[in-house]
């Protein structure tokens, strides 16, 4: 089997051998035999004619002349093309800026040059490379123009991308618009000082664009950016140069309109507002059965923090959360304190909290009124039974706390917050000023009745 298989390959590369040799090996072998011999024929005249004085020179002329002719007409490219492309360039647009509002035209192009590459450094050096979309014999209505890009060399081609564009022109109108503001980086202000007051210099601004286009536009708001301005102490300061931007319904920025001025100026009052608050330990969770907390006191008696003063005057105390789930003894808390929405520093941020446990013991404090809260402006609200108008408190805690409670310190409702019309169970519920002792209501709900308004 193994002899057959040789025989069978020899006889392969025998044959593809003999057609080598008759198809390229023989005809190439007389062609190089009889151009062999008419040279050793015509030696003798070729050399006579190299001899002779001038055929070298009109040889080397013709030569020259047909190499010259070749790369003329570009037949022969003796340097290699190359392309360049000059990114982000922008389209100027020439129109009755006016009369007319221009949409659809990109804020850059694409340049694509293509040439050799001397002529590629002479372009890109010279001129402006500048992209113009001419609209200045247009009036309204929808177009595709040909952009246009001049440059200082012949020999370069080019290409835009896009090449064409599609552009809407209109009448351009006006309208006028209240202008509001935003104070930006905010958080970048030193955290003591608080700008309390804005007064801008315009109070309305014109804005221009297409009817279609303003019918988007909903407010205008001037954009005061506190981290350019040198905010460094409290006083009043004098600023210009604001930008200002239009935005739709929705909160987005509206473009293509032209709002005039196109800046605003304005005068802001820099204050460094604060108040000493009490820190107050807010114990979470349920202690085990039959302990509370006889004391919890912080290490940090007040703290100071600064804020818009119609903001910071909201809050009471600063709260030190402590977890007392299951807490059974004696047990000292590291806390971090927890900054209240809007203020923008506290002299400190953190405090140590002792708690003292003991047994556990229960009073009840009758008479406390229900009040209402988060009743809607429109609805008034009263008890479908007389009676639920009090209800009679359980106070758990140490005998010594429990013992001082007045009726005075402890707060009973019912949240009406989304209720409309109609009667209602609503749940009741407790609070009370000392933290260390719990508080819950016998009555679980009451009924109330909520009407409109006369």
Not at 1 to 27: C, E, H, Q, R, S
Not at 30 to 58: C, E, M, W
Not at 326 to 355: A, F, I, Q
Not at 410 to 436: C, F, H, N, R
């Amino acid at each position: 089997m193994i002899k057959k298989t040789g025989k069978f390959l020899a006889n392969i590369f025998k044959g593809i051998y003999n057609v080598i040799d008759k198809v390229i090996v023989v005809p190439i072998s007389r062609l190089v035999y009889r151009i062999n011999k008419i040279v050793k024929k015509n030696a003798g005249r070729f050399d006579g004619i190299l001899n002779k004085p001038h055929s070298l020179i009109i040889f080397s002329l013709v030569v020259a002349l047909f190499i010259f002719l070749l790369v003329d007409s570009k037949a022969i490219n003796l340097v290699e093309t190359e392309s360049e492309i000059i990114t982000d360039q922008p389209v100027t647009v020439i129109y009755n800026e006016e009369k007319y509002v221009v949409e659809g035209v990109p804020d850059t192009v694409d340049i694509i040059l293509m040439g050799r590459k001397s002529d590629l450094y002479l372009a890109k050096q010279l001129g402006e490379h500048k992209v113009v979309l001419d609209l200045s014999d247009y009036k309204t209505g929808e177009y595709t123009v040909k952009l246009k890009y001049n440059h200082s060399v012949e020999s370069v081609t080019y290409k835009l991308d896009p090449s064409t564009v599609t552009v809407k022109i209109s009448e351009k109108v006006s309208s006028v618009k209240t202008l509001t503001y935003d104070l930006l980086n905010q958080d970048k202000l030193d955290s003591k000082l608080n700008v309390s007051e804005v007064e801008l210099n315009e109070s309305e601004v014109y804005v221009k664009g297409s009817s279609e286009t303003l019918e988007k536009v909903a407010t205008v708001k001037a954009l005061i950016d506190v981290s350019t301005l040198e905010l460094t102490e409290s006083g009043t300061y004098d600023i210009d140069s604001i930008p200002m931007v239009a935005y739709d319904e929705s909160g987005k920025v509206v473009d293509n309109v032209e709002i005039v001025p196109y800046t605003a100026s304005a005068t802001i009052k820099v204050d460094s507002y604060y108040v000493d608050l009490p820190v107050k330990v807010v114990p979470n969770g349920s202690l085990a059965t039959g302990y509370a907390i006889k004391s919890a006191t912080s290490s940090v008696a007040t703290v100071r923090v600064y804020g818009d003063q119609n903001t910071i005057n909201k809050y009471t105390y600063i709260a030190a959360e402590i977890d007392v789930d299951g807490l059974d003894s004696d047990k000292e808390y590291n806390v971090t304190l927890t900054k209240p929405s809007g203020v923008r520093y506290m002299s400190e941020g953190t405090t140590t909290v002792n708690v003292t446990v003991d047994s556990e013991s229960t009073i009840e404090i009758s008479g406390i009124s229900i009040e209402t809260k988060n009743l809607g402006s429109a609805y008034v609200a009263s008890t479908v039974n007389v009676e639920d108008t009090s209800c009679t408190v359980i106070v758990k805690g140490v005998s010594s706390v429990i013992e001082s409670i007045k009726s005075s310190s402890i707060y009973a409702y019912v949240d009406l917050s989304g209720y409309g019309p109609g009667t209602y169970e609503v749940p009741v519920k407790v609070e009370g000023q000392d933290l260390t002792a719990t508080y819950t209501s016998k009555v679980k709900t009451i009924q109330i009745k909520i009407a409109n308004k006369n």
